[in-house]
């Protein structure tokens, strides 16, 4: 009896902290491991690749976007998203703050409306279409930075021209080295009807840089479009 009594009362408090369930607490210290080895794997990417890795990262990488939207209703739309991007080994800044946060394990705690996310650097980072998701809540974004990512393609370009939020507040993007994004893609960013400035580089994808300049010029004629585009990837 003693030893079970003992086994009951040890239950009891796993289950209680002070009289409060302890899943917050346990997921809040889930979260954070699962931070540490997402930062962690982040930097094994950069090793090479086998053709057996390759299809490892891919499933780890959807792991990393994969979308919760219980987190979203829990946290908010920032601060999941938040999670998810430097999960996948992004960088956010947020309104009224010039550092740029790159350690998920040192998101600023608070109240869930306190941090909005103003720029988002994506540089080298594994996200990809499936954890879009979590872009849709933000009313803030002013700039994003995608940069030698792997896992953007068209689709990702065209979630992001959808979203009603950042054909509000995007002004910015810069798209660099993004193997998979071609022509389709960036003609889907004329519907951020806001957007100012826009730098395409080292993009091989994109076979009608005549056609873009034509469309963008019509459709956005206040955008600054800056092109650094090979011409051995356009139709003569």
């Not at 739309?77 to 999670?83: D, L, V």
């Not at 394990?105 to 954890?131: E, F, H, R, V």
């Not at 979630?159 to 389709?184: A, H, P, Y």
């Not at 873009?212 to 585009?229: A, N, R």
Request: aromatic content about 8%.
């Amino acid at each position: 009896m003693g030893a079970r009594g003992g086994g009951r009362r040890a239950g009891r408090r796993c289950r209680t902290r002070r009289g409060r369930s302890l899943a917050p607490f346990l997921r809040r210290n889930q979260m954070m491991l699962f931070g540490k080895i997402s930062w962690q794997v982040c930097g094994l990417k950069k090793l090479p690749w086998s053709c057996d890795s390759r299809y490892f990262w891919g499933w780890l990488n959807a792991v990393f976007n994969k979308v919760d939207y219980e987190r979203i209703k829990d946290v908010g739309p920032e601060r999941a998203a938040s999670e998810w991007l430097l999960r996948c080994g992004a960088m956010v800044r947020y309104h009224g703050q010039e550092r740029w946060q790159k350690d998920y394990n040192n998101l600023p705690t608070g109240p869930l409306d306190k941090y909005k996310i103003q720029a988002i650097d994506a540089t080298d980072s594994c996200i990809m279409n499936i954890g879009f998701d979590h872009l849709e809540g933000l009313q803030h974004v002013e700039k994003i930075r995608l940069c030698k990512c792997h896992y953007i393609e068209d689709a990702c370009l065209e979630r992001i021209s959808q979203f009603e939020n950042l054909q509000k507040s995007l002004l910015e993007m810069e798209i660099i080295s993004c193997g998979n994004v071609t022509d389709k893609g960036i003609i889907a960013l004329h519907h951020l009807r806001n957007l100012k400035y826009l730098l395409l580089s080292d993009l091989p994808g994109i076979r009608e840089k005549e056609n873009l300049v034509k469309i963008f010029k019509t459709l956005l004629p206040y955008l600054e479009l800056k092109l650094d585009l090979k011409q051995n990837n356009n139709h003569q």
